[in-house]
């Protein structure tokens, strides 16, 4: 019976009971007939309400905000705080910063102005995410369009590195190759590649497409930023050490720690130590992938700054 039945039915009762009353009054009697005539029918109200679904008690805003805040056991939370996952985050941020000052720098090399250099150390920051959420689709807007903060990062550092890095190096000895350059970018590496497994993690893509999403958060950045200076792209030559496959390496040990059932702390740490180790191992030990075995690729490479061929 519908809410609005019932309280038709509570309502005929007691006029009703009114109108018997009043009889009652007009002719003396005590009018037990109308008091009997209540009662039935607020008995049938009362057993038709209790018919009734019962609505879920409420659960408050702060109950609801509170697990709308709580991150995915595949994510991080919104800003660094103290947590694994926070830590994460802030290498997020570091890695950012890192990218976005290569980037410009690369760009300047190549003689680009300041609007050049500072929308290619943007797009060095941010194009491997935003490529990443383009291919997952499903109504994904690219992740700095709700977390502006990485443009203000990437943006940031690389306008301040077209401005600054000459005067820094002058006043502070800083050259274009110190290890805390390469530290930042190996943090970077390691930060996006475990990112990006999560991301596609929480889009329920296949294992071999998460870990495709590490490489891309991680690498595809770069791979328009060559584009866009007109180089041969870094990932697919062999002038530089590996870089893709350090990010694949990081992805994999993530998402295989998670396949274990490994705590999310662990395995977070689990898949950044790897990509900062195998990037680290392979700036020192100048760890490239072979070229194809014939005279006229190995002079390609040549070309291209593969020394090995030399």
């Not at 600054?164 to 970018?185: Q, T, V």
Request: glycine share 12%.
């Amino acid at each position: 019976m519908s809410r609005r039945r019932v309280v038709d039915l509570a309502s005929a009762a007691i006029a009703r009971a009114r109108l018997a009353s009043s009889s009652s009054r007009a002719s003396g009697a005590s009018g037990p007939r109308a008091v009997d005539g209540f009662r039935n029918v607020a008995r049938e109200t009362s057993t038709s309400t209790r018919s009734l679904p019962r609505a879920p008690p409420a659960r408050g805003f702060a109950a609801e905000a509170s697990e709308a805040a709580k991150p995915h056991p595949d994510g991080m939370p919104r800003f660094p705080e103290p947590s694994v996952a926070g830590a994460l985050r802030l290498a997020d941020y570091v890695g950012t910063s890192s990218f976005a000052m290569t980037g410009s720098l690369l760009a300047a090399a190549n003689g680009m102005d300041a609007f050049g250099c500072t929308a290619v150390g943007t797009i060095t920051a941010v194009g491997g995410g935003t490529v990443r959420d383009i291919l997952l689709g499903q109504g994904r807007r690219a992740f700095w369009m709700e977390e502006q903060e990485y443009l203000w990062i990437a943006a940031g550092t690389a306008l301040a590195t077209f401005f600054g890095w000459e005067e820094a190096k002058k006043r502070f000895g800083f050259k274009d190759d110190d290890y805390w350059i390469e530290a930042g970018d190996a943090l970077g590496i390691g930060a996006f590649c475990v990112i990006g497994a999560q991301n596609g993690i929480r889009a329920g893509v296949p294992v071999i497409a998460q870990m495709l999403c590490g490489i891309m958060t991680a690498t595809f950045g770069g791979v328009v930023r060559d584009i866009l200076v007109q180089r041969p792209t870094r990932i697919f030559h062999s002038y530089a050490d590996i870089y893709a496959t350090t990010a694949a390496s990081g992805a994999l040990v993530y998402i295989l720690a998670r396949g274990v059932g490994l705590p999310p702390a662990v395995r977070i740490i689990s898949g950044v130590s790897a990509g900062i180790s195998l990037r680290v191992a392979a700036d020192t030990y100048d760890i490239r992938l072979p070229v194809y075995n014939s005279e006229s690729s190995k002079q390609s490479a040549l070309g291209k700054g593969d020394k090995r061929q030399a």
